[in-house]
T-cell receptor, first 114, second 115 residues
Framework: DSGVTQTPKHLITATGQRVTLRCSPR?????VYWYQQSLDQGLQFLIQ???????AKGNILERFSAQQFPDLHSELNLSSLELGDSALYFC?????????????FGPGTRLTVL | AQSVTQLDSQVPVFEEAPVELRCNYS??????LFWYVQYPNQGLQLLLK??????LVKGINGFEAEFNKSQTSFHLRKPSVHISDTAEYFC?????????????FGSGTRLQVQP
């Protein structure tokens, strides 16, 4: 158990809908990263927050957004869902905002868009 | 921009045999290197990382990896595998001295340990 929690574990929804994925980082970690794992794209970085502020963006679609709240939990919002958005979404956390810090991954949320 | 290539998508091996999972990277700047393992239906767990110093890095569960700067490689090895090592293994890099902290992952290698 990494100490990172993600809810829900599974999510099934229809095209065009909007969903919110939730992540609680390890106690004391200030950085949260979101990654998407799909069969065709592999593991891709989406976005990073550090202590409530957006720090870096990766291959995140405009239909997706995220935020980190004062209690440091983070939410990833996916809207106008398409079939291709079906994937495993991971949240990871690290203590600070440095490249040497270990990122601890949560168990992921499996999103299925029908 | 950096990229990571894992040369083998699947590696079948018998129990107690040695194994090497290959990883090559490409980057215009120096990088930090990581190996993560993903067991079925679980998240990723860090096996080991190379930040600096000795090029031979020892990790958890008996795994080790060697950083070779001239060949831009970071191959993962274990002298004797167990059935429980069956999982997907990901090599990843992060860039030094840039604004990017996120990891860039390879496509993964599925290690299948057979009895």
């Amino acid at each position: 158990d990494s100490g990172v929690t993600q809810t829900p574990k599974h999510l099934i929804t229809a095209t065009g809908q909007r969903v919110t994925l939730r992540c609680s980082p390890r106690s004391g970690d200030l950085s949260v990263y979101w990654y998407q794992q799909s069969l065709d794209q592999g593991l891709q970085f989406l976005i990073q927050y550090y202590n409530g502020e957006e720090r870096a963006k990766g291959n995140i679609l405009e239909r997706f957004s995220a935020q980190q709240f004062p209690d440091l939990h983070s939410e990833l919002n996916l809207s106008s869902l398409e079939l291709g958005d079906s994937a495993l979404y991971f949240c990871a956390s690290s203590v600070r905002d440095t490249r040497t810090d270990t990122q601890y991954f949560g168990p992921g949320t499996r999103l299925t868009v029908l | 921009a950096q990229s990571v290539t894992q040369l083998d998508s699947q590696v079948p091996v018998f129990e107690e045999a040695p194994v090497e999972l290959r990883c090559n990277y490409s980057s215009s700047v120096s990088v930090y290197l990581f190996w993560y393992v993903q067991y079925p239906n679980q998240g990723l767990q860090l096996l080991l990382k190379y930040l600096s110093g000795s090029t031979l890095v020892k990790g958890i569960n008996g795994f080790e990896a060697e950083f070779n700067k001239s060949q831009t490689s970071f191959h993962l090895r274990k002298p004797s595998v167990h059935i429980s090592d069956t999982a997907e293994y990901f090599c990843a890099v992060s860039e030094m001295d840039t604004g990017r902290r996120a990891l860039t992952f390879g496509s993964g290698t599925r290690l299948q340990v057979q009895p």
